[in-house]
């Protein structure tokens, strides 16, 4: 059981990862006139697209470049072994810090409640500000979308970062440890904040209400930007993944059932996935780089992103408008 929700899981995070392997479909098994190898984790791009049957019609390939996690995808779409990359905020300008030389072309919104700061019922902590001195474990690594809510719900109550003592566990080792009791205080995603909920624990705090952006992206190499024909198809790509998750938003159920068959998930997981995952394709626009370059700033002054990351310049904005 733990280790299909690890597996399910990690597709949300878009964190860190221990293998990687590919997988191959097509949009037009006939066309001969572009190739595009999509990023994606877990299969959580391929199965809303499959299950929406969003690239029919479509007059290009579609190779899929199957990872777990952000890390390994980036290190592929470094070396061009992908065209694309897909991750939350973080991890992006993770990879844009540490030298990968992409471009955001999308983004991507969900409410952020999938993000959470769960204790345990009998820890004694009621609040942000009882955080003070305590052991947070925070998964899945340094520079997780959960250490950024704890981090910024810090600051939202008047306490530094470094008035928590913070350590990192995989979500699996995490939650054994939860809910055993040698852990009162957990920075977690997803299934796992459901699970950790179910095991003893009560949210602190999630990540709506702008606690995290919320935001995630669709990024592409250089060098696919730079082919025209590339471009052209990814940019339609891009339309059609914005359907796809129209549709995902409309059809939970049907969505559920296609992550159980795609991805071996057991039913209340993949129910938990798709009520969290994201809903709509977005343009990049002024905005989302103000509010992700708010992210990359308190990142970047505690010393988790280094160097800092200039979200407006890393955007190319020419496709999907």
Known sequence: ???????????????????????????DASS???????????????????????????????????????????QA???GAADTGYSAD???LQALSGGVQIKNVAALKNDGTHVGIVVRKDSGIDSVKDLKGQKVVVSSAKGSVSEYLLANVLKQNGLNYKDVKVQYLLPTDAQAAFASGKIKTWAIFGV???????????????????RVSGLGFINASDKALADS??????A?????????????????????????????????????????AYGKVLPITSDVDTTVQGVADLMNSIGVLDPNVDVAKSSDTSLLK
């Open 32 to 74: 001969k006139q572009v190739t595009l190898t999509i990023g994606d984790q877990a299969k959580t791009l391929q199965t809303i697209v499959a299950a929406s049957d969003a690239l029919k019609g479509a007059k290009y390939k579609v190779k899929w470049a199957e990872f777990e996690g952000a890390a390994p995808l980036y």
């Open 236 to 276: 339609d790509f891009l339309k059609r993944l914005g359907t796809a998750l129209k549709w995902t938003s409309t059809h939970k159920d049907a969505y559920a059932k296609a992550i159980v068959e795609r991805n071996g998930a057991d039913a209340s997981v993949a129910k938990t996935l798709a009520s969290a």
């Open 77 to 79: 779409v470094q070396a």
């Open 229 to 234: 024909s590339k471009k052209a198809a990814l």
């Open 90 to 92: 973080l991890p992006a």
């Open 192 to 210: 796992y904040q459901a699970v950790a909920l179910e095991q003893g624990g009560k949210l602190l705090v999630d990540g709506g209400d702008g």
């Open 1 to 27: 059981m733990i280790r299909r929700i690890a597996a399910a899981a990690l597709s949300l995070t878009s964190l860190l990862a221990l293998t990687a392997c590919g997988a191959d479909s097509s949009a």
